[in-house]
């Protein structure tokens, strides 16, 4: 019982990190019909820049936190202006190409910079844990699930009450269209960057805490793990994102707690099976809507 | 006039057989006199199976126009199952060869006709992530399937003890690969393959099944694939689940991408290129992929930019004149 | 008996009947022209008889043979082909592999023979791009035919569609606002190739038109369609008169 409950937690931590990067790629997405490949490479920057912070002893813990999720912002912005905005208008093909270069360009930098061995966080937000009957939880994994609620309720009230969040809708609908009507295309793409990098802050802030330890790597592979998230609860969908990460995160920690410990190397590979399974069932992910084309 | 189609494949039979002969005649002949380093022969091997490689998912990606970024799952099935057949048999050397290629061949098509059935639906993005997914996922599998050496990988495959041997069956692979798909891709079955990619729908409309001709070349594609794994196993001597992760079917995708989709030369050029990149960038270790990483940002720009584009129609353009020019001479 | 039969056809998306209790009947070698307003569901009738829509309700017969919900695939080899309102070639390839690719239904060899280039390929290929050739001549596409589709103007565009469909040799070709976008000269030359197409080929013609000049040039009988109904049909001058497609047209 105690097993499963901290096995429980554990997914739901996992989960909620994966729902936020998972909501990034998802936001870009729905707007920029692009799968940023690089989304999962910024997060690996931003736990560098919380790396950094901590060596220089003498910032505090909020503004390191800050710092970070304005470096992301900031990288964020400028990738898109500099690799993804030219692009505009080409084969999605060519924009994917471009996103896989940006992701080997970011890592290759932190290489260069960090070198390849892992660095570990020294007592990043160590915040201890409370008591409830027998059992302890730790009070991070309260922080995680209220940011990550706590995001997710103010973006999906951003999107659907302010003429911001009316004008994405508008942009992922029809381009061209809400081009016409005044909108804004290529700020609107851009403040949706900026937003999903910044969300990617936030997860590398809640990484941090939780795993305390980063490589030039771990962007890239736990990226696209939110990635396979997003899809798997439709991509372009803000629940979706939730429960496509909490879903990946609990079967990741369900299948790493309870497999017997030869079958323990499979863990990631059942995840990815999962996903295969659902998208040949339901093409369009949990909660994707269908598109047809008009003949 | 009447057997003039004839008469040009041969005429490219001849030219091409001599190319292929000759290429491999000056090849072989500086590796024998030992002209080339041991790393410059390494990576003429490597090459072959890169280019094998990357022409199989130009089938998936430049002809048919789907995007496949798991094509690593049909190169780890061919290289496990091939190699094993090499280690867990008793033959000859050269018929081990031979076998793998068509276990790892066959095993692969199976694979990839099974999987194509199952992903039919789904288009586009969806694809793409289902087919990563698929290629991580056989990834991790191999790992528990007894025999094959879990994570620490398959070891003791058997390899030709001459590198200009080594080179010579891998560059023979590589060639009846290229016919194969050349000729797959100029006779009926391959035009029902580019009609598809450039509209499904008219497709339909004429009679075409979409589903049969997508399966056909998935499996063909995964065969080949396959074919692309054993070579590697022969030359490696040693595979490693680690050696098939995703980055391996996006090196390929970017082969295929900028050697201009659907163009049988222009993989085969960029492929070596890519390959050759860490020997001509030799001394830069530490900036290699930083370079490489900038050069693949800057030929997409590049290839969007519109003075590009311009350039390349008018070339195009050329080469199209010319070629009708010349075909017509020799219907006269 | 006629060469196509429609009874009651009818389909309905989420509520909405976009056609209902359509009826036609068209003998063999007829010009039919089905005309209506924008919106008036014309489109959506060639996409339930090419199979692309399943009807809701109804059926129809290819020269007696019943086709009522077969695949696109199905109904085109039984002989109905189309071309489609907003121009579908195979842009990347050239004039005479899209109608190639019409014709190769009716090609045999197999992938032995295109992997190793027996000696089938060769006869099989030499015949039909003589035949693609043959068909191209009729369009006045030959000069073209190694453009890539997607470069010819805009009116051989639709020629070529036209020849494409006549490739799959069907019984009754559909076509789909053919004149959409060409000017007078053009739609004058487009109705003599429609006629020249109906005596060379034999062939029985639905169409689709805004054209008023093409419809009362060239058909023979129409159907009128408004909101998925049948307004009127009959001979062409006579269900052109005819008081409710008058109002249908010109409002009250």
Redesign the interface.
Known sequence: MQMLISTLIDGLNLGSVYALVALGYSMV?GIAKM?NFAHGDVIMVGIYSIFVCLNMNSLPVPVTMLICVAVCAVLGFTVEKL?YK??R??P???????A???S??L???A??FFKSERRFLQNFLQLGSIQIGSFELPVISLVIWGTTLVIMIVLNLLIKYTSMGRAMLAVSEDKGAAQLMGVNVNRTISITFVIGSALAGVAAILYAAKYQNVDPYTGSVFG?KA??AA?FGG?GSIPGAMIGGLSLGLIEALTIGFLPE??S?????IA??L??LM??LK???LLGKKKV?K? | MKSNLRKIFASRVFIGGAAAIAIWGVLALLIAAGIFSRSMQSLLIQICYYVTLALSLDLVVGYLGDLSLGHAAFYAVGAYSGCAFAVYTNLPLALKFIGGLLVGGICAAIVGFLISCAILKLRGDYLAIVTLAFGEFVRSIVKIIPGLGGTKGLLGIPSFDSRVVGFTASYIVLVLVIVAIYNFTHSRHGRTVTAIRDNAIAAESVGINIKRTKVLVFTISAFIAGLAGVVSGFYKTSITPGDFDYNVSIEALVMVVLGGMGSIRGTVIASAIIVLLPELLRGMDEYRMLIYAIVLIAMMMIKASPKCRALKEKLDGKINGFRSRFTRKRAK | MSMLKVENLGITFGGLHAVENLNLEIEKNELYGLIGPNGAGKTTVFNMLTGVYKPTTGKFWLDGEELTGRSSIEINRKGIARTFQNIRLFGNMTVAENVLVGLNNQMRYGLASSFLRLPGFFKEERDYSKRADELLAVFDLYDERDTLASNLPYGKQRKLEIARALATSPRLLLLDEPAAGMNPNETAELMNTIRFVREKFDMTILLIEHDMRLVMGICERVTVLNFGTELASGETSKALNDPAVVKAYLGD
């Open positions: 997405y799968l690799a030219p692009l208008g080409s999605s093909l060519s924009v994917l190409i471009t896989i270069g940006v080997y360009l890592q290759n930098l290489l260069l696209i990635f396979a899809v991509i030869s079958l190397a499979v863990s990631d590979g990815y099976a996903l295969v998208l040949i093409p369009s992910g084309e003949v």
